[in-house]
T-cell receptor, first 115, second 115 residues
Framework: SAVISQKPSRDICQRGTSLTIQCQVD?????MFWYRQQPGQSLTLIAT?????????ESGFVIDKFPISRPNLTFSTLTVSNMSPEDSSIYLC????????????FGPGTRLTVL | AQKVTQAQTEISVVEKEDVTLDCVYE???????LFWYKQPPSGELVFLIR??????QNEISGRYSWNFQKSTSSFNFTITASQVVDSAVYFC????????????FGSGTKLNVKP
């Protein structure tokens, strides 16, 4: 399976600022996904990032708040904009190597605390 | 509608005990995939198993075993002779529906294995 890294692994940010999270994969993958996991909760899909096209956002998530880039088949970024304490979560990147029926493998996550 | 229910919020066992984590899913599709992931305190989701809807054979991998029963829409996970390192949150997930990229995660079961 693909090896996935995320930067930063954790951060503490001030209200109103923005943070960009990077996801790097060691091989080319078709699909990349961004999830949010609020404290003690399950995972919620934010958006699907495909190379060469706009990200597809799930209900409740908008591009202005969570802009995503996917410049190539091994890299993606998620920005959390104009942060508030409610954005404090673990943000996870996942990848699917060959297509929609494939298993998703997850990165180590980014623990974000907003003060 | 797609849904995954993990009714057990938290389970505590003593090392070497067997433990079963329950997962009940809902879908009207005939083609779907079921998954189990482990999330240790470090936060990373570790893939454990993937099962498609056409394969009802149970699977055993070391101390881990999975019981897939379409008749009861269940995909239960048993750990035999549990160890402290098994302490984690375990998520069951479903892929089905018009958006085959999307995972439907259960709420997770936190397993505490005490020495």
């Amino acid at each position: 399976s693909a090896v996935i890294s995320q930067k930063p692994s954790r951060d503490i940010c001030q209200r109103g600022t923005s943070l960009t999270i990077q996801c790097q994969v060691d091989s080319q993958v078709t699909m990349m996904f961004w999830y949010r996991q609020q404290p003690g909760q399950s995972l919620t899909l934010i958006a699907t990032a495909n190379q060469g096209s706009e990200a597809t956002y799930e209900s409740g998530f908008v591009i202005d708040k969570f802009p995503i880039s996917r410049p190539n088949l091994t890299f993606s970024t998620l920005t959390v904009s104009n942060m508030s304490p409610e954005d404090s979560s673990i943000y996870l990147c996942s990848v699917s190597e060959t297509g929609s029926t494939d298993t998703q493998y997850f990165g180590p996550g980014t623990r974000l605390t907003v003060l | 509608a797609q849904k995954v229910t993990q009714a057990q919020t938290e389970i505590s066992v003593v090392e070497k005990e067997d433990v079963t984590l329950d997962c009940v899913y809902e879908t009207r599709d005939t083609t779907y995939y079921l998954f189990w992931y482990k999330q240790p305190p470090s936060g990373e989701l570790v893939f454990l198993i993937r099962r498609n809807s056409f394969d009802e054979q149970n699977e055993i991998s070391g101390r881990y075993s999975w019981n897939f029963q379409k008749s009861t829409s269940s995909f239960n996970f048993t750990i035999t002779a549990s160890q402290v390192v098994d302490s984690a949150v375990y998520f069951c997930a479903l892929k089905s529906g018009y958006n085959f990229n999307k995972f439907y995660f259960g709420s997770g079961t936190k397993l505490n294995v005490k020495p």
